[in-house]
């Protein structure tokens, strides 16, 4: 079973940036592509950004693409969400997810961590 914990979530204001990570322990980190997902206030959780488990591919969201960089690194289990030219509208808990199918469908995600919240100020 694997197990996820997310970490970087702050108070940043507009144009700022932020980091995001999550490390996960338990099963082979190789064996699973992973996503950030996000969830604001009143909405539902969305698939922002996804990474393969070679770390070679990866998908965005429109609403994310060209500001947000999604990377992993094996030889510490984790990834990464580099988060450039913040907005209000990103203000979310951010969570981080395994899927161990395919990639591109994002039902597929499991094992969620318990979130970093983000806020950006205006």
């Known amino acids: 079973q694997v197990q996820l914990v997310e970490s970087g979530g702050g108070l940043v204001q507009s144009g700022g940036s932020l980091r995001l990570s999550c490390v996960a322990s338990?099963?082979?980190?190789?064996?699973?592509?992973m996503g950030w997902f996000r969830q604001a206030p009143g909405k539902e959780r969305e698939a922002i950004a996804l990474i393969s488990d070679d770390g070679t591919t990866a998908y965005y969201a429109d609403s994310v693409k060209g500001r947000f960089t999604v990377s992993r690194e094996s030889a510490k289990n984790i990834m990464y969400l580099q988060m450039n030219s913040l907005e209000p509208e990103d203000t979310a808990v951010y969570y981080c997810g395994t899927n161990s199918r395919d990639m591109r469908e994002v039902s597929w995600y499991e094992n969620w961590g318990h979130g970093t919240p983000v806020t950006v100020s205006s």
């Open positions: 338990g099963g082979t980190f190789s064996s699973y592509a």
